[in-house]
Structures are given as structure tokens and as C-alpha cells.
């Protein structure tokens, strides 16, 4: 009889546990995505003046853009012309939150790799 109650309870916890985790989960995959299309999040909170939040935005996006790897991170020939994509593709948007991307330093820690 014990064990039987032993084994209830630790169905209880477990399915309690479960549940929180997946509630965890779901709250951390909506604080990484970033809203399609993002152009509206970003303009929603540059007019009511939440710039961090529109800069974080930003951020995820270009972190997200299929050009991020190649123009931050991997030595490829084609890196530099990756970069003026990417600085072409973002650069008003980095302006209005008053941001740059100094792609000297990105392509000196590249060079360290």
C-alpha cells in the first residue's frame, strides 16, 4: 500500500514538473524568435520610444539573417561583399537606433580564428 502512494505522488510531481517545464520552454523560444516581420516590432517600439527594445529586436534579426554566419563569423572569400549586403540591408534601421557595426573589428577577430 505504501508503495503504491509513493508511486502516485511521484506521478503527481512529475506530471506538475512537466507541465512548468513546457511553460519554460515556450517562454524562452518567444524570447528568442524574432516577430515576423520584424519591421513592425521595430517601428512599434521606436515610436513609443523603447529603443533597447527596438535595438534587441534588430539585433535578433540580423542574428537571424542567412548572411549573419557568413559576414561575422566563417573566413569565405566572398565575406566583404556579404558585409556590404548585410550593412545595405540594415544600415537605416542600425542608424535609427543609433548603432554601427565597425565590420574592422569583426574581420580582425575573424583574421584571430
Avoid at 83 to 102: H, W
Wanted: proline share 3%; hydrophobic share 45%; charged share 20%.
Amino acid at each position: 500500500m505504501n508503495l503504491e502512494i509513493i508511486s502516485v505522488i511521484l506521478s503527481i510531481i512529475i506530471l506538475i514538473c512537466f507541465f512548468v517545464l513546457c511553460v519554460n520552454v515556450s517562454a524562452i523560444k518567444k524570447s528568442v524568435n524574432v516577430p515576423q516581420p520584424w519591421q513592425a516590432s521595430f517601428s512599434l517600439y521606436c515610436s513609443t520610444g523603447q529603443i533597447e527594445k527596438a535595438r534587441d529586436v534588430l539585433l535578433k534579426a540580423i542574428m537571424h539573417d542567412s548572411d549573419c554566419a557568413r559576414g561575422f563569423y566563417l573566413n569565405v572569400p566572398d565575406r566583404l561583399d556579404v558585409q556590404k549586403r548585410i550593412e545595405a540591408r540594415y544600415g537605416e534601421y542600425l542608424k535609427i537606433v543609433d548603432l554601427t557595426i565597425d565590420f574592422n573589428k569583426v574581420n580582425e577577430y575573424i583574421s584571430k580564428l
